[in-house]
């Protein structure tokens, strides 16, 4: 399985951003699948995943109320909106997904397959 982000860019704080996960395979609706990010000097962190089906949602708490996941199965992609920006989500953000559900979703050892990354800076 392939995953592949796009979408990443440069906006000022406050302004908005979406990223898109493309994957590879058909079987994508089976996967759960999860966003991390990783600022300079920093570990890779978890943002936000999703089910399968994309009724459970799970936010890190410096992104819930900004950040959105959401996926369509039908496009094999999920997607990262993400609103009122600030410095501190600097970071190059990563998509990743595994088959079946997990409880650990905010462990990045939970997923197998993972995205090149995309970076995203905030200007202020």
């Known amino acids: 399985v392939q995953v592949v982000e796009s979408g990443g860019g440069l906006v000022h704080v406050g302004g908005s951003l979406r990223l898109s996960c493309a994957a590879s395979r058909r079987t994508f609706s089976s996967y759960f699948m999860g966003w991390f990010r990783q600022a300079p000097g920093k570990e890779r962190e978890f943002v936000a995943a999703s089910t399968w089906s994309g009724g459970s949602r799970y936010y890190a708490d410096s992104v819930k109320g900004r950040f959105t996941i959401s996926r369509d199965n039908t496009k094999d992609t999920v997607y990262l909106q993400m609103n009122i920006l600030k410095p501190e989500d600097t970071a190059v953000y990563y998509c990743?997904?595994?088959?079946?559900?997990?409880?650990?979703?905010?462990?990045?050892?939970?997923?197998?397959?993972w995205g090149q990354g995309t970076q995203v800076t905030i200007a202020s």
């Open positions: 990743a997904a595994r088959m079946g559900h997990t409880t650990q979703w905010y462990e990045e050892n939970e997923y197998v397959y």
